[in-house]
């Protein structure tokens, strides 16, 4: 088990896997605050694969075999826990020889063969609640991967689609998919608003600091948020990720509210 309910569950990192360079960067950040909070468990987050993209010709990454090398690395320089996005059933049995955790897109977390192939490796899976769908019927999306053998799963609240190129968040989420007797996050994503910039997503980053506090006090079991040294030249999701600079102190404000609604 990685998830333990006594302690904050911070899931971090850069979007997409751009180098050893940037990604050494936010994961020495990351393993500083992991020090520094005995009460935080913290997991690195990155994409070798950014699969789901709205143009043809935009960035997918580094791809898989050079990205798990790179997840690796930061996994056993750092000590770490590693999660990463799996697209396909065929994917989950090599990501997870490295990631400890397998993370299922929005778009995807209905796709049975996917849910299942992830299950059946034995590793804790984080699902993201899909645009589509309310929170109740997450329900069923856990339910497929309780049946395929999951023990752990975590579940990413990141938003609702609301008319068009607009995301939000419903904070009754966080107490109803509790109801699965599995832990519920936020995810920073819900500040996205796709293909707004030429066929690319746009976002508002500075809704995060408010949004995630408020999912804190709302009984989130803790925080998925994107973060990079330089956000405005990130391939992926330029527009919602945290400068890495202002992070660690959203974090800890995000950690003290946690602390408070938790008593």
Not at 154 to 172: K, M, P, S
Not at 211 to 228: N, Q, R
Request: proline fraction near 5%.
């Amino acid at each position: 088990m990685i998830y333990d309910p006594q302690k904050f569950l911070l899931i971090a990192g850069p979007c997409a896997l751009e180098g050893e360079k940037m990604a050494f960067q936010v994961a020495e950040v990351l393993a500083s605050l992991r020090d520094k909070h005995a009460q935080m468990t913290v997991v690195f987050k990155s994409s070798f694969d950014k699969a789901n993209r709205a143009k043809a010709g935009s960035s997918r990454g580094i791809g898989q075999e050079a990205g798990l090398k790179l997840l690796a690395k930061i996994r056993d320089t750092y000590g770490l826990p590693i999660v990463t996005d799996v697209h396909n059933p065929e994917q989950c049995a090599a990501v997870a020889e490295v990631a400890d955790v397998l993370q299922i897109p929005a778009f995807l977390c209905r796709q049975t063969d996917l849910l299942v192939a992830a299950a059946k490796t034995g590793k804790p899976i984080n699902v993201k609640k899909g645009q589509f769908l309310s929170p109740y019927e997450m329900e069923f999306v856990v339910d497929k991967l309780r049946q395929a053998g999951a023990t752990e799963v975590w579940q990413a609240e990141r938003g609702t689609t609301f008319g068009y190129q607009n995301l939000i968040v419903d904070y009754r989420s966080f107490s109803i998919m509790r109801q699965w007797a599995h832990p519920v996050i936020f995810d920073s994503h819900c500040v996205q608003r796709p293909g707004t910039i030429s066929g690319q997503s746009g976002g508002d980053r500075e809704y995060i600091p408010a949004l995630a506090a408020a999912a804190c006090a709302a009984g989130a079991d803790g925080v998925f948020i994107e973060t990079h040294p330089e956000p405005s030249q990130a391939i992926s999701d330029a527009a919602t990720q945290i400068p890495l600079h202002e992070f660690p102190a959203l974090v800890e404000r995000c950690l003290r509210i946690w602390e408070v609604a938790r008593g």
